[in-house]
């Protein structure tokens, strides 16, 4: 008989996850806003921000090896003492160099958090089933802290100042210890399968685990293309700001809103199906999305874009979880970081500059193209079919 899914750890889990995301997603708001405010260039800003991926970069495969080693509570402590470090040091002294300092160290907690979260929820589920339950709750979490970590930074900003804002951020990830004590440390198996570990890189040897870092990197490239290009070409379109907000805003909602029905949804779906349909999908919203020239009509693609792309994360990390040695969770998760970040830094820079080139349209048909010619690497991913539903 299956054992039943440990709701409250994972439950402290997802808190802690989310105390810890959100004092990193606040000073990225807040940080460069302070850094504007006392006349900073937009050269110098757009550093600051680069330097919360930066960290994120860097540490993605050490934050692995770290949390096949140490589990959850040691990572997760440290975390908590970087994020509160760098909090404090904004606090004390608001300057610029120091609010560069306080970007690492943010960026480098999300990393270590995210990768002993998301390792040590695997270890939560004891069949296919619960595995694709347990990641499609915790990646409720990102969207929560995401919109947390902003509003009540920009609430405290315009009520009492940045510093009072920094306090908060500062007190977050104190929220994020007193969850993580009470999470039980499950048993290693680092430790018996520590010669045959290996580099990280190894991993890649394994084809599956190779397909399936492909079609993730594709999927983390659609993201990145949404984001950047909707509002070049809202401005094209002769758009308001308010306007293409409001369209970047819808595809966040619903992207938060088929992660919170991918619970129950996720007992009766396949994996290889959910990520093949979704790279398709996208492929078609692609297509048509240079076509569209209101803002109700991009808005509707971009909440449909929302479903598609909202809907992967759980099976891939479902999927990953399943092609991947157990004892070494942590550095699969570590290389998936490690792409996604990666892309998040360099994707930008190669979307602008082919724009330059093909135009915006060309750039959205050509990821386009790819993203749905890669729907049949998905496919091919090992899948097991979903239990037949229990008669009554």
């Not at 820079?349 to 050509?366: D, K, N, P």
């Amino acid at each position: 008989m299956t054992q039943p899914l440990p709701r409250a750890d994972l439950a402290r889990l997802i808190a802690a996850q989310v105390c810890l995301h959100a004092a990193m997603t606040g000073f990225r708001m807040a940080a460069p806003l302070m850094a504007l405010r006392e006349g900073q260039s937009a050269a110098a800003v757009g550093m600051l921000l680069a330097l919360f991926a930066l960290a994120q970069v860097l540490l993605a495969l050490p934050s692995g090896r770290l949390a096949d080693r140490l589990g959850i509570r040691r990572p997760l402590h440290i975390s908590i003492g970087l994020a509160t470090t760098g909090a404090l040091l904004a606090l004390a002294f608001p300057l610029f160099p120091v609010l560069c300092v306080t970007a690492l160290c943010c960026g480098a907690a999300s990393c270590v958090t995210m990768t002993a979260v998301q390792r040590h929820a695997g270890k939560l589920a004891h069949n296919n089933k619960q595995l694709k339950q347990v990641f499609s709750w915790l990646a409720i979490g990102p969207s929560i802290s995401n919109f947390v970590g902003p509003f009540l930074a920009g609430v405290l900003i315009d009520a009492s100042g940045f510093r009072a804002a920094y306090l908060l951020l500062a007190l977050l990830p104190s929220l994020a210890w007193f969850w993580a004590r009470g999470l039980t440390e499950l048993p290693s198996q680092h430790a018996q399968a520590e010669g045959s570990s290996g580099s990280a890189w190894n991993l890649l040897r394994q084809p599956d685990l190779r397909r399936l870092m492909i079609v993730n990197w594709m999927l983390s490239s659609c993201w990145d293309v949404h984001t950047f290009l909707v509002p070049v070409l809202g401005h094209e379109r002769g758009l308001s700001a308010s306007s293409i907000g409001a369209i970047l805003g819808g595809f966040a909602l619903a992207a938060t809103a088929i992660r919170l029905l991918m619970p129950w949804l996720a007992a009766r779906l396949r994996e290889s199906v959910v990520i093949a349909s979704a790279m398709l999908g996208t492929a078609v919203l692609f297509a048509v999305y240079p076509l569209a020239h209101t803002a109700w009509t991009m808005g509707g693609l971009s909440v449909l874009l929302g479903i598609t792309l909202g809907s992967v994360q759980p099976m891939i990390m479902s999927t990953l979880h399943q092609i991947t040695p157990p004892h070494r969770h942590g550095q699969a998760l570590g290389l998936r970081a490690l792409a996604i970040n990666g892309s998040s830094v360099v994707m930008p820079l190669l979307f602008g500059s082919a724009g330059v080139v093909v135009g915006v349209a060309g750039v959205f048909w050509a990821v386009g193209v790819v993203v749905g010619a890669g729907a049949r690497l998905a496919i091919s991913l090992p899948s097991p079919a979903p239990p037949p539903p229990q008669r009554i």
